[in-house]
Antibody, heavy 118, light 112 residues
């Protein structure tokens, strides 16, 4: 299992870019997909997207035009950028690991509340 | 997108008694590789979700054996043999068979 520590700006104005980073401690950086999930009262848990250590990404089509997930293998970190945010993007954002063997979300960061407000 | 529907939405249970949560998919969750990627999570208040069960019935590391998963195709069940106080929270199913992966809407488990 890995430990995930995430950080980033928590208050944004509409049209700004959300930016979050997650550091991975322990385990194998190349042994998982690195994912972002968000949780809001209105939409529940929503899969945003994922990247492997080589930068191969898959994004939820509902967010694809605005999302970028990138990895930095030299720092064992991965990041999320979401452009042109609106109030609908207000949520708790989690970074997490997706295990190749389990094909499940194994470890989660603590979550970061991001609020979009004028 | 695959829609997962959980029932019940709320489940008050007595300590020491069993509990059961259903997750129904609007499409088969059998992947072309033959596996079924259905997992279950527990979320306690103020915490991130925690993986309990993966691929229908496999308990994740450290998960008590009072938790079990079953099912096939489109119908899946999470069972707790004897509910303990620490089991209070919201339970979610997740399908990772077809992208975008999707979650059920959650079932709140609390003590009567």
């Amino acid at each position: 299992q890995v430990q995930l520590q995430q950080w980033g700006a928590g208050l944004l104005k509409p049209s700004e870019t959300l930016s979050l980073t997650c550091s991975v401690y322990g385990g194998s950086f190349s042994g998982h997909y690195w994912i972002w999930i968000r949780q809001s009262p209105g939409k529940g848990l929503e899969w945003i997207g994922e990247s492997n250590h080589n930068g191969i990404t898959h994004y939820n089509p509902s967010l694809k035009s605005r999302v970028t997930i990138s990895v930095d293998t030299s720092k064992n970190q991965f990041s999320l950028k979401l452009t042109s945010v609106t109030a609908a993007d207000t949520a708790v954002y989690y970074c997490a690991s997706f295990g190749y063997t389990s094909s499940a979300v194994e470890d989660w960061g603590r979550g970061a509340l991001v609020t979009v407000s004028p | 997108d695959i829609v997962l529907t959980q029932t019940p939405l709320s489940s008050p249970v007595t300590l020491g008694q069993p509990a059961s949560i259903s997750c129904r998919s609007d499409q088969s969750l059998v992947h072309r590789d033959g596996n079924t990627y259905l997992s279950w999570f527990q979320q306690r208040p103020g915490q991130p979700p925690r993986l309990l069960i993966y691929k229908i019935s496999n308990r994740f590391s450290g998960v008590p054996d009072r938790f079990s998963g079953s099912g096939a195709g489109t119908d899946f069940t999470l069972k707790i043999t004897r509910v303990e106080a620490e089991d209070v929270g919201v339970y979610y199913c997740l399908q990772a068979t077809q992208f975008p992966y999707t979650f059920g809407q959650g079932t709140k488990l609390d003590i009567k």
